[in-house]
């Protein structure tokens, strides 16, 4: 069964770091784009960044752009979202999905993990 696991969240103060890891079970990352997505309360999920399989291309939305660093380890089977300077508005469920076709930021992306929460508070 393929499945993707999100890890690395919790609850971090403003101007914090934290780094959120995607791993594959079942199947290997290293043919699949990966996006990042988040939801907030209320709100409707979002595309955060995007990497393409080899790594080359990276995406990131202009809200999250010079503050959030992704990237991915094939050997390991992972990818990583590292995200600095939060901000309480960076706070919600953060998903990493895959794809075998370079999707960005759409939402259409083949298989989904279950989330991670993130809050970022005093």
């Known amino acids: 069964q393929w499945q993707l696991v999100e890890s690395g969240g919790g609850l971090v103060q403003p101007g914090g770091s934290l780094r959120l890891s995607c791993t594959a079970s079942g199947f290997a990352l290293n043919n699949h784009a990966i996006g990042w997505f988040r939801q907030a309360p209320g709100k409707e999920r979002e595309g955060v960044s995007c990497?393409?399989?080899?790594?080359?291309?990276?995406v990131y939305a202009d809200s999250v752009q010079g503050r959030f660093t992704v990237s991915r380890d094939n050997a390991k089977n992972a990818v990583y979202l590292y995200m600095d300077s939060l901000k309480p508005e960076d706070t919600g469920i953060y998903y990493c999905?895959?794809?075998?076709?370079?999707?960005?930021?759409?939402?259409?992306?083949?298989?989904w993990g279950q989330g991670t929460q993130v809050t970022v508070s005093s």
């Open positions: 990497i393409s399989s080899s790594g080359g291309n990276t």
């Open positions: 999905a895959a794809d075998r076709i370079e999707k960005l930021l759409s939402l259409s992306y083949d298989l």
